[in-house]
């Protein structure tokens, strides 16, 4: 069965004036057709406002379709009933760790999911431990959240997430506001949540980020305009850059190369490929 | 205008269970018209040494000047520190309040006490150069888009008309585009009205592009102060603190390792480019036309 699946997906925001009436109409997604597959690591890449987060949003129950059909795990998105299902099945990890931590230990933040679940109480200190381990921040499980650098910051959300045992994980731009070593941190937590099994749906400005994909949409103004490989979508640099978006700092390197006449190939996304490259023209 | 920051220590909390040295003895100077990038990981010291730049925090130890003035003896009036060192925060667009974008950015002048006329000229200064169109001054800030709303809210910073710009992570959060643009932004007031500008930025490509020296805070002291060039040399002490070296710095180190000789300091694709061509030209593998 298929982890999500969006057919002529369509959301408006609607602007009320202070008699309530509708003033203006956004259309934010716009016919949006999605598909992934259990297990997948997905990124999407758009310019603000470009309907990424109203789409994540979408997969967590937490905005519902105007038009057209959203099945998470073969729940239909539009069923009232669904909602709490499609919640604890697709966990959601938002950009600013500060605004996700309610709690004033580690542990009983992360317990906070399971607990709202109606979990059993041995089961709930299970799934706390696990999670935390996972995160490998077992040993900050008695802290307070506050003092926390960042990136540890936005482990703990993704275990609070974890703790509700979802199939999938919906990470709105969970690197922004990190220095080098939390960004790191967060990227190494999220592949390996991958590995085991998790389907990963990350949106994020960091084209770097985007390369771990196994396929990466790129959204403008409220459609999928492009779905693809990193290689199939980083190669076309040009079109990328219409969209305000951007590539890779060696993949952007490989195609100033080719235009000066270098023999390169243009799909050359990590610095190893990149290596590789050169050495083999050497 | 030019900043000197003199043996300044900052506690958080002195003398109770919480007490943080933040900053230990740190000196820097900076001159009129430099730009400056500051990097650090979180904690290191960064925002709270900017914040005693415009005196929102006054020093346990130590003095600040900004022009040749101590701005902590008892004659300096800090809001005259604070018009001329404007400070953008992480998320400005947090801070915007008024009913319509003219009415926000017009909020600073109109507090310094100016006339109208000055206020209005200000005000359609500082939304031309970030950008926003006069269409839609009118409009409630909240509406705007992400970017759009940052901009607007340097803007309100930009109308006080300060001498130094300081910004505290400008980009975080945007897209490719809206990031260069406002950096491109920042660039053009540093060159065109020659401001100060200290930029704090967690992006070391950003660092690399666009600032002239950088300033590397960890544990509450400054442990590189250089070009961008020299600084990103530090590939292993930068990781070591928290920190990074631009993709292309990685690249350089990565082919130097495979026996390359790659000449100067990589920091931009521009400067791979560059260093790579000659090489790969000598190679005989770039075709002639």
């Not at chain 1, 758009?46 to 795990?73: D, M, Y």
């Not at chain 2, 505290?168 to 060159?191: F, N, S, Y």
């Not at chain 2, 790969?280 to 036309?289: A, E, F, S, Y």
Request: net charge negative; aromatic share 6%; charged share 25%.
């Amino acid at each position: 069965m298929d982890m999500i699946k969006a057919n002529n997906l369509i959301f408006e925001y609607k602007r009320h004036n202070e008699r309530g009436e509708v003033e203006s109409v956004h259309r934010a997604l716009d016919n949006v057709d999605l598909l992934v597959e259990p297990g997948e690591f997905i990124t999407i890449l758009g310019h603000n406002g470009s309907g990424k987060s109203t789409l994540a949003k979408h997969i967590n129950a937490l905005l519902r379709p105007k038009e057209g059909t959203l099945f998470i795990k073969g729940m239909d998105a539009n069923q009232e009933e669904n909602i709490w299902p499609i919640r604890q099945s697709a966990g959601m990890v938002f950009q600013n760790p500060d605004n996700q931590i309610i709690a004033t230990i580690v542990e009983e933040d992360v317990a906070f999911g399971p607990e709202n679940l109606g979990v059993p109480t041995d089961e709930i200190r299970e799934r706390v431990d696990q999670a935390l381990e996972t995160v490998e921040m077992t040993d900050y499980s008695l802290h307070s959240p506050y003092k926390l650098s960042g990136g540890q910051k936005q482990r703990i959300a993704i275990a609070g997430v974890l703790a509700m045992r979802p199939d999938c994980i919906v990470l709105d731009e969970p690197t922004a506001m990190l220095d080098p070593s939390g960004r790191k941190e967060v990227l190494e937590t999220v592949r390996k949540l991958n590995k085991e099994g998790i389907t990963i749906i990350m949106i994020t400005h960091f084209m770097e980020e985007a390369v771990m994909a196994d396929r990466i949409h790129v959204m403008v103004e409220g459609r999928v305009v492009m779905t693809g490989t990193p290689k199939e979508i980083f190669s076309q640099v040009d079109l990328m850059k219409q969209y305000g978006l951007d590539v890779p700092e060696v993949t952007e390197l490989a195609y100033e190369l080719k235009k000066s006449g270098v023999a390169i190939s243009t799909d050359i996304l990590t610095i190893e490929e990149m290596v590789t490259a050169l050495c083999q023209l050497r | 205008m030019s900043i000197k920051i003199e043996n300044v220590s900052y506690i958080y909390g002195e003398g109770s269970p919480f007490e943080k040295r933040a900053l230990n003895d740190v000196s820097l100077t900076i001159e009129d018209g430099e730009f400056v990038g500051m990097i650090g990981h979180t904690g290191s010291g960064k925002s709270t040494l900017i914040q005693q730049i415009n005196g929102l925090l006054t020093p346990t130890l130590g003095q600040v000047y900004v022009d040749g003035e101590g701005i902590f003896n008892t004659e300096v009036k800090l809001k005259d520190i604070r018009q001329k060192v404007g400070l953008v925060f992480q998320y400005p667009e947090h801070q915007l309040f008024e009913m319509t974008i003219y009415k926000d950015v017009a909020f600073g002048p109109t507090n310094m006490g100016l006339d109208q006329e000055e206020v209005d000229r200000r005000v359609r200064w500082a939304l031309e150069i970030v950008g926003i169109d006069e269409e839609i001054f009118e409009q409630a800030p909240f509406d705007l888009s992400g970017g759009q709303k940052r901009r607007v809210a340097i803007a309100g910073v930009l109308a006080m008309k300060p001498k130094v710009l300081v910004l505290d992570e400008p980009t975080a959060g945007l897209d490719p585009q809206g990031r260069d643009e406002i950096l491109a932004e920042v660039t053009k007031l540093h060159e065109q009205l020659g401001i100060t500008v200290i930029l704090v930025s967690h992006s070391m490509e950003d660092i690399a592009r666009y600032v002239h020296r950088v300033v590397v805070m960890d544990m509450g002291g400054i442990r590189f102060d250089g070009t961008a060039k020299e600084v990103f040399r530090h590939v292993e002490e930068l990781e070591a603190m928290g920190l990074a070296v631009p993709q292309t710095a990685y690249l350089a180190k990565a082919l130097r390792e495979q026996g390359m000789v790659i000449e100067g300091d990589i920091t931009t694709v521009e400067e791979a480019r560059d260093a790579l061509l000659p090489m790969l030209k000598r190679l005989g593998d770039v075709q002639h036309d």
